[in-house]
């Protein structure tokens, strides 16, 4: 019913900035809340910021709130994941996520709940 496509990552430098984008398919983009996860050797895979399907509320784990800030432009079929203030610890593979929902202001940092993922692209931080 939808497809993602991640995009953005990279290699870059500690103290810097970087936006990730995740592109979906269909034309019910909007009736879709997203999320940003990501994973890093080793780890957890752990909720990194949501948003809901119109009214833009955001929610933020506790690792990347005040430096991230995740957006979307429904026009555009596409979600990003604003990223400053990149440190080390951040280098992980980020995965786009989105879960069908008919509440405007739903949002969620449950993995569980989000049905469609992308194949995730990687982000290295070096010290």
């Known amino acids: 019913q939808v497809q993602l496509v991640e995009s953005g990552g990279g290699l870059v430098q500690a103290g810097v900035s970087l936006r990730l984008s995740c592109a979906a398919s269909?034309?019910?983009?909007?009736?879709?809340?997203m999320g940003w996860f990501r994973q890093a050797p080793g780890k957890e895979r752990e909720f990194v910021a949501g948003i809901s399907r119109r009214d833009y509320y955001t929610i933020y784990g506790d690792s990347v709130k005040g430096r991230f800030t995740i957006s979307r432009d429904n026009a555009k079929n596409t979600v990003y994941l604003q990223m400053n203030s990149l440190k080390p610890e951040d280098t992980a593979v980020y995965y786009c996520a989105a879960y069908f929902t008919v509440r405007a202001m739903d949002v969620t940092s449950r993995e569980f709940e989000y049905d469609y993922w992308g194949q995730g692209t990687q982000v290295t931080v070096s010290s």
């Open positions: 269909g034309r019910t983009f909007s009736s879709y809340a």
